[in-house]
């Protein structure tokens, strides 16, 4: 059973959430400085005073196996049976990978890099966002680099049990903070609505997240609206709902390697193809299409996408995103990124081809690479 908890002050239901199992052992999973500066922290102890917590903040941006592995090793020291995430989408994926591993012998899991865990018996885990952007808390997967290379863990069980978003613990990020999280919410909704996996429930939740967002993130950026970040906050949720039917596509594929390699946060990697692929993704025929539904499909959905942010045609959205994205200093260029042309042929080889199918149209590499290397 899900429950989601969606207000202002959500985050006093925690208490009385812990209260229905006899005698929790917690495994609190949090961000190092985020976590204080959030104003989680003070919140969190005091409701978690009277329970036995055992805390895991000792690692990095974007889950490696080394980190998880540690996490899983104290996890199952103090037979922990409740996981509460309370962080960025990188935290609350370390949640579900933990949760995910947490009965796979450590062996195994480091000498056949086998990422499958047929025996998954998952703990009860609590998500708490302090970002408006992931959307991890709404979906059924969760990333995990070993080396240089993603994977994507998916279950059905992955999808935490209770998700507690509290705009009130969002205040705290760094304009550039909320400008990546939210770019990757666009992306996630803008991807969803033209996936090839699309349906009308997912559409649905698209929809009003990438209007949402339109009106709400550069008032969350500009001028720390209260009432911005509670959009924001639905509106992340809604694009996570989104793409755990659809899951991602091009821009996504093409953000970890971005991020992997150049070290570009997630949000901001996710954001640099979003205009050339709504271009792009509009000149789909009958030879590059990958969505058995059709090219007029493809174009009336990439249309709506058009009208959704009051553009009257492809020209006239591409204009508008850009000028979105400099509304929140979110830098589009790699060139002005000063990123050499070979290394980014070297990024493009790396690129998770899985997403790049969700795509509507196949994605031509060369094309590109030119607009890449030239933008």
Not at 118 to 126: E, L, R, S, Y
Not at 139 to 156: C, E, M, N, P, R
Not at 198 to 204: I, K, P, Q, V
Request: proline fraction near 5%.
């Amino acid at each position: 059973m899900k429950h989601d908890f969606i207000h202002r002050g959500a985050v006093e239901q925690l208490k009385s959430i812990v209260k229905e199992y006899n005698s929790p052992k917690i495994f609190l999973i949090t961000g190092k400085k985020s976590y204080e500066e959030s104003g989680a922290e003070t919140k969190i102890s005091s409701l978690l005073k009277n329970f036995e917590v055992v805390h895991f903040n000792g690692f990095r941006t974007n889950p490696i196996l080394s980190d998880v592995l540690e996490g899983i090793e104290l996890f199952n020291t103090h037979h922990c049976n409740i996981i509460i995430s309370v962080g960025g989408g990188s935290v609350i994926d370390m949640g579900k990978l933990i949760n995910y591993f947490h009965t796979v012998p450590k062996p195994h899991l480091i000498s056949s890099q086998n990422i499958s865990n047929p025996n998954f018996k998952p703990k009860t885990h609590i998500a708490i966002p302090t970002t408006a952007g992931s959307g991890s808390e709404a979906t059924q997967f969760a990333v995990l680099y070993i080396g240089d290379t993603k994977y994507s863990i998916d279950h059905t069980e992955l999808k935490p049990n209770y998700v507690i978003i509290d705009p009130n613990l969002h205040h705290s990020q760094t304009p550039y903070q909320i400008a990546v999280s939210g770019a990757d919410a666009f992306a996630q909704a803008v991807e969803s609505y033209w996936s090839i996996n699309s349906t009308s429930e997912s559409r649905g939740y698209a929809q009003k997240a990438i209007q949402t967002i339109w009106e709400s993130l550069p008032l969350a950026f500009q001028k720390n609206e209260s009432n911005a970040f509670l959009k924001m906050a639905e509106a992340a949720h809604l694009a996570g709902k989104a793409i755990n039917i659809t899951r991602t596509t091009a821009p996504h594929a093409l953000s970890y390697a971005f991020t992997s390699q150049l070290g570009i946060p997630h949000g901001h990697a996710s954001a640099l193809t979003i205009p050339y692929f709504l271009k792009y993704n509009y000149q789909v025929n009958q030879n590059d299409l990958n969505d058995s539904r059709g090219v007029a499909f493809v174009k009336e959905r990439i249309e709506e996408i058009c009208k959704f942010i009051h553009a009257d045609n492809i020209d006239s959205a591409f204009t508008k995103l850009i000028n979105f994205y400099q509304k929140i200093e979110i830098e589009l260029s790699l060139r002005e990124m000063n990123t050499p042309h070979e290394q980014l042929k070297h990024i493009l080889s790396r690129v998770n081809t899985e997403r790049m199918k969700n795509n509507p149209r196949k994605p031509n590499f060369e094309h590109l690479e030119k607009y890449l290397a030239n933008n």
